[in-house]
């Protein structure tokens, strides 16, 4: 009987020990393979001259990085939207002939003003992030709100 | 020179074959009875060796697989020039190559067919329900072999195919953010992303793939392959009756099946030969996209359901696939003559082949 007992609390400690080294083994390994939380930034991205986007009027711009937004001058002032599509992340491109974006990925369609009309974002009541548009004298620039890689 | 003590040295205990026998002692006779399964009859006919096939397949992916990795560079600035030069440059690049690519087309067109035969014929139930998971594992590996491979050429659809994959990831719930960041290694895809890919490509799926098929046919072994009633009705008593050494003769079927392989995989590489389209753009999404046939299904169930739903109902059915021998049971524990498994699995198979088809037609 003692022996059995002595038997089974030498049984647990090794069982234990094992196990709490195995759970420390995995949580190392889990932090080495988890990448490092990004930080966020604001940045302002320079765009175009205001002349070049009449009031009532919009067109789509490629930034200094290469990516695309979609100016437009409204009446409640200037609006930009992204072209990442928030359904999977894929690009949209703007048709001018349907006067809407595309993209291409499920077929979402989204208007004018970046609401989606059609497909799976249409589903989900999704629509393209809106960037702040700030004008600085007659200068346009977008303010990017991102989490870059440390 | 004098002779230590020994084993007594004469001319035939000295050869290799005493010699290998002394160096490693293995029991001869007890790996020959085990390796020599007996086989049922059906096995005579080539649809009963479809299991056979991929692992043949496996082992040719292994090999032309490493040759790929000699010049292929897992870095987002590179890839797609590595496997440009492989193709063009490297003799006979383009055929190491074209071998790897049709050779996974076939690796999952035969794997497909392969669980669909185990289905149709029963062959999951007890107590064979845990080689039915290994298979339906084994089924998700060589998807996952497929998906992973197609990302190294980071051309434009890989690049595409893998930031849509890693978003879907994000939509799973609780778990997915972390998931899709792990599969990321980072904020977007990126050079990250590819050497993930690559280490799952070339290292994690290919040990998990050995290991799992290891089980696999050593559960089949210990079972014996499921005989069925209508080669033996009376259950002959004999087992010689019933089946056949694995030695010499189904070993010779699976060795025809190679050489068959290996003449359709040399045609299919040499006619087709494996293509490179546009490199990868992280700024501009191709107007035309498509993953590959495989995955044409989920393609289109995720553009006609929403997110969360394709995403918890694609999962919801692999699940339901992984612990089918015990739904079966339940159902025919109330009917034993039950045949619903086979309208479960034609409906199955229907709604799959709808989804492929209607995206097939609809890119093409
Ligand atoms: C077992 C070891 C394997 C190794 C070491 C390996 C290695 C590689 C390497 C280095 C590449 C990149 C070169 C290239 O794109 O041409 C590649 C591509 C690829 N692999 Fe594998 N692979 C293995 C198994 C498999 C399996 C089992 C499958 C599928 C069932 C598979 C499917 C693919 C596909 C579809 C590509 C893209 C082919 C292309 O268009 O070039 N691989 N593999
Ligand atoms: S990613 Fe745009 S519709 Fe799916």
Avoid at chain 1, 81 to 108: A, I, M, Q, Y
Avoid at chain 2, 6 to 12: I, K, M, S
Avoid at chain 2, 178 to 200: D, P
Wanted: proline share 6%.
């Amino acid at each position: 009987m003692r022996t059995d007992r002595r038997q089974f609390l030498l049984s647990s400690a090794v069982a234990t020990g094992l196990a709490s080294a195995g759970a420390l083994l995995a949580s190392i390994v889990g932090r080495y393979l988890y990448p490092r939380a990004g930080v966020r930034r604001t940045r302002q991205l320079y765009v175009a001259p205001a002349s070049e986007v009449p009031p009532g009027t919009g067109r789509p711009f490629t930034l200094p990085d290469g990516g695309t937004a979609l100016i437009a001058n409204t009446d409640g002032g200037y609006a930009a939207l992204s072209n990442l599509c928030p359904h999977l992340g894929c690009k949209v491109h703007w048709e001018e002939t349907e006067r809407h974006f595309v993209c291409p990925c499920h077929d979402g369609i989204f208007d004018a003003d970046g609401a989606a009309v059609s497909g799976p974002p249409a589903d989900e009541g999704q629509q393209l992030t809106r960037y702040q548009v700030v004008q600085v004298g007659d200068h346009l620039f977008l303010e990017l709100d991102e989490v870059v890689e440390v | 020179m004098t002779m230590t003590a020994g084993p007594a040295v004469t001319p035939e205990s000295s050869s290799w074959a005493t010699w290998l026998a002394s160096r490693v002692p293995i029991d001869l006779e007890a790996l020959r009875h085990f390796s020599n399964e007996p086989v049922p009859n059906h096995l005579k006919y080539w649809w009963w060796c479809l299991g056979g096939t991929p692992a043949l397949l496996f082992g040719v992916q292994a090999v032309t697989g490493i040759l790929l990795t000699v010049y292929y560079i897992p870095d987002a600035g590179s890839a797609y020039e590595s496997v440009d030069r492989l193709t063009t440059v490297i003799p006979f690049g383009w055929f190491i190559r074209s071998i790897h690519r049709w050779a996974s087309h076939l690796m999952i067109a035969a794997v497909i067919l392969h669980v669909m035969r185990v289905f149709f014929t029963g062959a999951y139930r007890a107590p064979r329900e845990l080689n039915w998971m290994l298979g339906v594992l084994l089924l998700a590996v060589t998807l996952g072999f497929g998906f992973t491979g197609y990302s190294l050429v980071w051309e434009q659809l890989s690049y595409w195919g893998v930031t849509v994959a890693a978003n879907l990831t994000d939509a799973v719930p609780v778990v997915g953010g972390v998931m899709g960041r792990m599969l990321r290694g980072g904020e977007s895809v990126g050079s990250n992303t590819l050497t993930r890919l690559f280490i799952l490509h070339i290292g994690v799926m290919p040990t998990l793939l050995t290991l799992l098929l290891a089980g696999h046919i050593l559960l089949i072994r210990l079972h014996g392959v499921t005989e069925f009633e209508f080669e033996s009705p009376d259950k002959a008593p004999d087992e010689a009756a019933r089946t056949y050494p694995f030695f010499p003769h189904h070993a010779m079927t699976e060795v025809i099946i190679g050489v068959g392989l290996a003449f359709a995989l040399t045609c299919l590489a040499v006619i087709f030969p494996a293509e490179l389209a546009e490199k990868a753009n992280p700024l501009e999404t191709p107007a035309h996209i498509k993953p590959e046939w495989y995955f044409f299904w989920t393609f289109r169930w995720l553009k006609l359901t929403s997110l969360t739903f394709a995403v918890l109902s694609i999962g919801f059915a692999g699940f339901l696939a992984l612990i089918w021998p015990y739904i079966d049971e339940r159902l025919r524990r109330r009917n034993t003559a039950s045949e619903a498994s086979v309208y479960v699995g034609a409906v199955a198979v229907v709604v799959l082949l709808v989804l492929t088809i209607w995206e097939a037609m609809a890119s093409s």
